[in-house]
């Protein structure tokens, strides 16, 4: 009895110091929970394996501290919000494309153009031995004379015409092109019997009286002495087939080649078609005049007749020493 006793006093008081675990059935895989093993499951750290024990490091991040985060804050504090940032960005793109898009002004285009300015104000045409203007109003002095040379066959010109002639013609040649002088020269005594006989043939064929044929033959040919042929500067030109003058010559290869080519050898088309009323001729796309190779791109270019060329660029205010009215002449 009292060993009974003390056996069930010493359970007691295991049980009190849980020093004592309930029995484990065998087969039974449910251990006793008691709180010593209680408060060990809570506070022990779960048995894992190498690789979660490398994942889970890798994945762990570390608290800063207190000093870290003060440190991170001043760093921040100097640098510019994002949001400034991309404003102030944003505005630079813009000035920048305004400024891209204003036009700029070269000095250089303006000192160029205010050159060619000047330098086209400041050329001088004057009137010299071979460009100068003799029509009706204007004929030539009673002294004039000069020095010829043959051009083609047994017609001349004055001598320096007469070699730009002769080098057009070889030009023309090379390109596969005749042409063909059908009057040059011409004295004043000539021009008189040429002027004349043109009279008489119209008064002849058509009945006019002695004025309707002065007149027509005028516009068609000039008087004595106000021929640019009496000058000894004018060339009329055909083809090689050609043993006269007609208007539709400008429908040939050759009138085609000199439009082109003869202005580098100083000649021009004198009597222009819309230019009848100015020169006083009829529209002659035969009839080439010698001005001079220094002046004739300029006049071709200009699309003026000669009479229009000299009252612009030559004479401007000044009055031509050789000026005479057609009454004066008849």
């Known amino acids: 009895m009292r060993y009974t006793l003390y056996i069930v006093l010493a359970a007691v008081l295991l049980s009190l110091c849980g020093c004592v675990s309930a029995p484990v059935k065998e087969g039974d895989s449910t251990p ?17 394996s190498d690789e979660d024990v490398t994942t889970e490091a890798a994945a762990t991040t570390k608290t800063p501290t207190t000093a870290e985060i003060a440190a991170s804050t001043e760093e921040t504090s ?3 919000p994002a949001t400034e940032a991309m404003t102030e960005e944003v505005t630079s793109t813009e000035e920048t494309e305004v400024t891209a898009t204003e036009p700029e002004v070269d000095p250089k285009e303006e000192e160029t153009t205010t050159l060619e300015e000047t330098e086209s104000e400041v050329i001088e045409i004057k009137e010299n031995e071979h460009f100068f203007l003799v029509n009706h109003r204007y004929p030539l002095p009673d002294d004039y004379e000069i020095e010829t040379d043959y051009v083609q066959g047994s017609y001349e010109l004055e001598v320096t015409a007469a070699k730009y002639c002769r080098d057009m013609i070889e030009a023309a040649e090379k390109d596969g092109i005749e042409l063909k002088v059908l009057s040059a020269y011409r004295t004043v ?5 040429l002027f004349e006989r043109n009279i008489k043939s119209r008064m002849e064929k058509y009945g006019w009286t002695y004025d309707e044929a ?13 021929s640019e042929h009496n000058a000894g500067l004018a060339v009329d030109i055909v083809t090689e087939d050609d043993w006269d003058t007609y208007e539709a010559f400008d429908q040939t290869k050759e009138f085609a080649w000199l439009q082109e080519n003869a202005a580098d050898y100083g000649f021009i088309l004198r009597y222009l078609k819309d230019k ?8 002659e796309p035969w009839h080439y005049r010698y001005v001079g190779v220094e002046y004739a791109a300029l006049i071709r270019d200009s699309g003026l007749c000669l009479e229009e060329f000299f009252e612009q660029y030559v004479w401007a205010d000044d009055v031509p020493i050789n000026e005479e009215t057609e009454e004066d002449l008849e």
């Open 32 to 48: 006793l929970v008691t709180e010593d093993n209680l408060q060990a499951s809570v506070t022990a750290p779960a048995a894992t």
């Open 78 to 80: 100097d640098e510019v």
């Open 189 to 193: 005594s000539y021009q008189k019997k």
């Open 214 to 226: 002065y007149n027509d033959v005028l516009i068609n040919i000039a008087l004595p002495g106000t």
């Open 276 to 283: 009848t009323d100015i020169t006083g001729y009829i529209y």
